[in-house]
């Protein structure tokens, strides 16, 4: 449990830029929201470095946001400068001159967030309450208003990596239905488990399941049937 708090401490250090990628795209900064750039594309240029941790070249990030503008580099460096003028400037490394990428020293996503809580709950069971409060709070496509018109590249990019992400989820709500002992508490999970998953039949199974070990036979066997 110890290696738990620590892990869910250092996820939170308000010392870092915590942006949320899963659902509304946010961020925010000591625990005070940042109000992020109006510009969409400005805004889908910082969730795709959000996704991407390696970082991108210049050109890849040029032609994949603004290809359909006159100048790709200079609306790229356009949108750069709106970000700049709201993020703190220490989370954008720019040493590289061809190379853009956050510094993952400062920044921290929920998708970083769900690895972690994945990786603590299949060591650590008993870590299961406080794994379940921080998964109520994951709802929502993957940067879900960010859709941009003519990037069509980019929604493919986008639709791969939430299918990455839904794996993710799948996993640590899975994890929890093994853990939780408590009914009522495992249909949520499992109505979650097949929100996420609805064309996965084990997501069904697992509700029957836990709808049946809360008494209520007549709605397991409606979702069974």
């Known amino acids: ?8 401490e250092k996820a939170c250090d308000p010392k870092k830029v915590h942006i949320s990628v899963i659902g509304q795209f946010s961020a925010r900064d000591n625990q005070a929201p940042i109000a992020l750039p109006k510009s969409k594309k400005a805004r889908a240029l910082l969730g795709y470095l959000a996704l991407k941790r390696e970082g991108a070249s210049r050109e890849e990030l040029s032609e994949l946001l603004f290809s359909d503008t006159k100048d790709p580099k200079a609306s790229l460096r356009w949108a750069l ?3 700049k003028m709201t993020l703190p400037e220490f989370i954008l490394d720019t040493s590289q001159p061809n190379h853009l990428q956050l510094d993952w020293s400062r920044v921290t996503t929920d998708v970083d967030r769900l690895e972690e809580y994945l990786r603590t709950i299949r060591k650590d069971k008993a870590a299961w309450r406080e794994t379940a409060r921080f998964e109520a709070d994951l709802h929502g496509h993957l940067l879900d208003n ?3 018109n003519g990037s069509v590249d980019f929604e493919n990019w986008r639709l791969a990596k939430e299918s990455n992400v839904h794996a993710l989820h ?5 994890e ?3 853990a939780c002992d408590v009914p009522r508490q495992r249909v949520d999970l499992a109505r979650h488990l097949v929100h996420v998953v609805p064309l996965r039949e084990h997501g069904w199974a697992e509700l029957v399941r836990a709808l049946s070990d809360t008494g209520d036979v007549q709605q397991a066997q409606r979702v069974h049937d």
């Open 81 to 83: 400068s709106r970000l």
């Open 176 to 178: 929890l239905l093994m």
């Open 170 to 174: 799948e996993a640590l709500l899975s």
């Open 146 to 148: 960010l859709a941009i």
């Open 1 to 8: 449990m110890l290696e738990f708090v620590i892990a869910f």
